[in-house]
């Protein structure tokens, strides 16, 4: 009777294959990490200091962990079909509560029920649901089953941690989810690569392309929140359009050749080879690439918020402090993200993006020492150089990459 349950629960579920791509209900599943994407710059918009930078990034690498599980998930089989359907679904669900749950996560607002409780159980939620579909998903592979057995320990670490860190304050609760993020990043990292299954390199690429989207959008629209409540004024209108110029720089280093390239170097590569690099490059180094484009949200917030004259400041006031380090450290994090992904992928070293990178944490305290506008027309005019070289140095590169089926060269 089990044996006929089990084939009937596979029958309903539809492997991925090598030419797929992502489904709309993935797409739909995605919406959810855009809202908690807001809540998260929304979070260390209202304790913008160290600690509250700090909270920040614990939350968006919980949140990035749920919905990693269900990338690598998807990619095994069809996120539309049967009862994968339904458990996406549900999981969408959870997410939803843990998104809702993100000004809470720390500090439980008084009445309703308690906020860091709901984050944590909800969590505990989604990684169940993930882990037991993974697990019905993989019937008949003995390498992924064994796999899954030595990853689901991280799975009870991580959530336990997070439920105990439900229970406590201040130093501790830090203490204890930062042991509940190491508990999943690391034990992933520590069972190593060898038993996961990566079906179709384009699906995988393809849904990270379009979670990188959805982040940069995230910081057009902290734009427009940022002075939704203000009278639209010149100041306004030249630091929305700078944003919107360092957004669009942004888009075009990841999507101009840098996701082409990447996409083919992991459907060059096979089996484990395959499976670790996906784990590498994209699954943990994508994490600071996000983790970057989230806090440049925050800094194009606060910049916004000074131009416009919000909370009695002026376009002659100075950004400061964590939103500074946030805008400029930001946009630091994204460019050596990039070259990181770059060197696991091809062992091409992006030489002029780790310049560039490094170039703006070394002047960030002095753009603590101008307006807050000048110090964005900075930002924006050495990511815009450092594109502008990159187009004319590697134009006949480029142009192979973006047209030619297959390359060799993977400079720019």
């Given amino acids: ?8 629960v596979k029958a309903r579920l539809e492997r991925v294959g090598e030419s797929s791509s992502a489904t709309n209900l993935e797409l739909f599943f995605d919406l959810v990490f855009v809202f908690a994407l807001t809540q998260v710059t929304a979070l260390m918009a209202e304790n913008p200091t160290w600690q509250g930078l700090l909270r920040g990034a614990l939350v968006l690498a919980v949140v990035w962990w749920c ?20 458990a996406m679904l549900g999981a969408m669900a959870a997410m939803f509560l843990i998104a809702l749950a993100i000004p809470e996560a720390f500090d439980d607002i008084p009445g309703g029920l308690p906020g860091p409780l709901v984050f944590a159980f909800c969590y505990l939620l989604v990684r169940a649901v993930h882990l037991l579909l993974f697990w019905i998903s993989a019937d008949g592979d003995v390498g992924l089953r064994r796999q899954l ?32 993020v190491v508990a999943d990043y690391g034990g992933t990292l520590a069972i190593g690569a060898a038993g996961w299954r990566l079906n179709s390199a384009k699906h995988f690429a393809e849904r990270h392309g379009l979670i990188v989207l959805i982040a940069l959008g995230e910081s057009i629209v902290a734009i427009g929140v940022g002075v939704n409540h203000l009278p639209i ?35 060059e590569a ?25 806090l440049l949200a925050l800094g194009f917030k606060k910049v916004l ?26 946009a630091t994090l994204y460019l050596l993200s990039h070259a990181a992904i770059s060197w696991r992928c091809t062992r091409v070293v992006k030489a002029q993006r780790i310049v560039v990178g490094v170039l703006l944490l070394a002047i960030t305290p002095l753009m603590g020492q101008v307006p807050a506008v000048i110090a964005l027309v900075v930002l924006t005019a050495l990511l815009i150089a450092m594109l502008g070289y990159e187009w004319v140095h590697y134009r006949g590169d480029r142009d192979e990459i973006r047209h030619a089926e297959h390359t060799d060269h993977a400079g720019a």
């Fill in 233 to 267: 004024s010149w100041p306004i209108i030249v630091a929305a359009m700078l944003g919107l110029a360092v957004s669009a720089g942004l888009w075009w280093a990841y999507f101009d050749t840098h996701v082409i390239i990447t996409e083919r170097a992991l459907a």
């Fill in 305 to 330: 918020a000074y131009v416009g004259g919000a909370d009695g400041h002026s376009g002659a006031d100075h950004l400061h402090g964590p939103p500074l380090w946030a805008l400029f450290g930001g």
């Fill in 149 to 180: 057995a030595r990853f689901t320990p991280t799975v009870v670490g991580g959530t336990v941690l997070l439920l105990v860190a439900a229970r406590t304050s201040g130093t501790a609760q830090i203490l204890l989810w930062i042991a509940a």
């Fill in 67 to 86: 919905w990693v599980g269900y990338s690598w998930l998807s990619n095994l089989v069809k996120a539309d079909e049967g009862h994968a359907r339904t």
């Fill in 1 to 8: 009777m089990t044996k006929r349950v089990g084939k009937s």
């Fill in 270 to 294: 096979d089996g484990v080879a395959r499976a670790s690099m996906a784990r590498t490059a994209f699954t943990f180094l994508h994490l600071p690439l996000v983790t970057g484009i989230v």
